[in-house]
């Protein structure tokens, strides 16, 4: 019943949510800005607008594989999204260049992500092998040495979904802001592009609850061990 509740009801949601939000994001990508901008164009304008002229925008590779790299100073958006002249376009070409914003006026929580990146990277690559060898030791040995580490590990991941979320969740709201005081999307256009964020969003909150719930079902699992 643990797994049924912490692990596998989280994760299947999480899939549906991302089904939705793909979903959501082909039917925005139907619908055409009005004013017939790319997303590349939006996104210039956002970085001019805020005083930005040190990060550059590029046309990456992949679907919703959309991105803002603080160390190369890039602004990568994908091939549909640079060239695209959708709401949708527009909404995430523009979230993307709010975390480059928050990069140039020193948001706190994007500054602690970037910091503790090195650490996640770590425990991301050995999180799942030591989780299964300490599942295993327990069956074989009654040691909880390795599981211990394997939670600590994933701990670390989870804590990493939890600090991503008012960073994702702020760079939308700077991102919908700007583009209604500026005045690039019309009053149909509005809702769209905030509904688009939002299923966006609801992609990261529903990943640090799964996460959330794993790390409890394994910490249930120690202290019945123990």
Same mark, same amino acid.
């Given at each position: 019943?643990?797994?049924? %509740?912490?692990?596998?009801?989280?994760?299947? +949601?999480?899939?549906?949510?991302?089904?939705?939000?793909?979903?959501?994001?082909?039917?925005?990508?139907?619908?055409?800005?009005?004013?017939?901008?790319?997303?590349?164009?939006?996104?210039?304008?956002?970085?001019?607008?805020?005083?930005?002229?040190? %990060?550059?925008?590029?046309?990456?590779?992949?679907?919703? @594989?959309?991105?803002?790299?603080? %160390?190369?100073?890039?602004?990568?958006?994908?091939?549909?999204?640079?060239?695209?002249? $959708? &709401?949708?376009?527009?909404?995430?070409?523009?979230?993307?260049?709010?975390?480059?914003?928050?990069?140039?006026?020193?948001?706190?929580? +994007?500054?602690?992500?970037?910091?503790?990146?090195?650490?996640?990277?770590?425990?991301?690559?050995? &999180?799942?092998?030591?989780?299964?060898?300490?599942?295993?030791?327990?069956?074989?040995?009654?040691?909880?040495?390795?599981?211990?580490?394997? &939670? +600590?590990?994933?701990?670390?991941?989870?804590?990493? @979904?939890? %600090?991503?979320?008012?960073?994702?969740?702020?760079? $939308?709201?700077?991102?919908?802001?700007?583009?209604?005081?500026?005045?690039? +999307?019309?009053?149909?256009?509005?809702? &769209?592009?905030? $509904?688009?964020?939002?299923?966006?969003?609801?992609?990261?909150?529903?990943?640090?609850?799964?996460?959330?719930?794993?790390?409890?079902?394994?910490?249930?699992?120690?202290?019945?061990?123990?």
């Amino acid at each position: 019943m643990d797994y049924f %509740v912490l692990v596998l009801l989280p994760l299947g +949601l999480s899939f549906f949510i991302g089904w939705r939000f793909k979903k959501k994001a082909k039917e925005y990508s139907q619908i055409g800005l009005a004013n017939g901008m790319t997303g590349a164009e939006i996104a210039k304008h956002m970085l001019n607008d805020n005083g930005i002229f040190d %990060v550059s925008i590029t046309s990456t590779q992949g679907t919703l @594989s959309d991105h803002y790299n603080p %160390v190369s100073k890039t602004v990568n958006l994908s091939h549909d999204v640079y060239y695209g002249r $959708s &709401v949708m376009s527009a909404a995430v070409a523009a979230h993307e260049c709010g975390h480059a914003v928050q990069h140039a006026r020193a948001y706190a929580p +994007l500054q602690f992500r970037s910091s503790i990146i090195p650490f996640v990277s770590i425990a991301s690559n050995w &999180v799942q092998w030591i989780l299964l060898a300490g599942v295993l030791a327990i069956n074989f040995t009654q040691s909880t040495l390795i599981l211990q580490i394997g &939670v +600590l590990l994933f701990a670390v991941t989870t804590f990493f @979904s939890i %600090v991503t979320l008012p960073v994702e969740y702020d760079a $939308s709201r700077r991102a919908l802001a700007w583009l209604n005081e500026k005045n690039y +999307l019309s009053h149909d256009e509005a809702p &769209v592009a905030k $509904s688009a964020l939002q299923w966006a969003g609801s992609t990261y909150l529903i990943a640090a609850l799964a996460s959330i719930g794993t790390l409890l079902y394994y910490m249930n699992m120690l202290n019945r061990r123990n």
